[in-house]
Nanobody
Framework: VQLQASGGGLVQAGDSLRLSCAAS????????MGWFRQAPGKEREFVAT????????YYSDSVQGRFTISRDNNKNTGYLQMNNLEPEDTAVYYC??????????WGQGTQVTVSS
C-alpha cells in the first residue's frame, strides 16, 4: 500500500494550493480519507476528512470555509483544495486512509509554506 501526497509548495498569504493524495495497493473506495498537518514544534492535527462515498465531509474549525476536501474513487485519489492560505497554515500535510476492520495508512507528507 502506498499513499503519495503531492502539491505542496511555497506561496504567499491569500494564495491557493491543491494537494493530492494518490493511493495504490488498496481499494480506495473502501476507505475514509483524511488530511492532517504538523507544524514545527507542534503535534499533528486534524484538518479534514471525507467518507468513502465522497459526500460527507468534516473540517477543523481553523480551515472551515477555506479548505475543501474531495475524492475521485475512479482515480484512487483524494484532494485538498486550500484557498485564502494563511501563515498559520504552514505545516507538513499528510493524508491518511482508514477503513472498518482494515489497517490505517499514512502518506509521506508534503510541505506547505505560506509567507506573510
Amino acid at each position: 500500500v502506498q499513499l503519495q501526497a503531492s502539491g505542496g509548495g511555497l506561496v504567499q498569504a491569500g494564495d491557493s494550493l491543491r494537494l493530492s493524495c494518490a493511493a495504490s495497493g488498496l481499494t480506495f473506495s473502501n476507505y475514509v480519507m483524511g488530511w492532517f498537518r504538523q507544524a514545527p514544534g507542534k503535534e499533528r492535527e486534524f484538518v479534514a476528512t471525507i467518507r468513502p462515498g465522497g459526500i460527507t465531509t468534516y473540517y477543523s474549525d481553523s480551515v472551515q470555509g477555506r479548505f475543501t476536501i474531495s475524492r475521485d474513487n475512479n482515480k484512487n485519489t483524494g484532494y485538498l483544495q486550500m484557498n485564502n492560505l494563511e501563515p498559520e497554515d504552514t505545516a507538513v500535510y499528510y493524508c491518511k486512509v482508514r477503513g472498518m476492520g482494515r489497517p490505517t495508512y499514512w502518506g509521506q507528507g508534503t510541505q506547505v509554506t505560506v509567507s506573510s
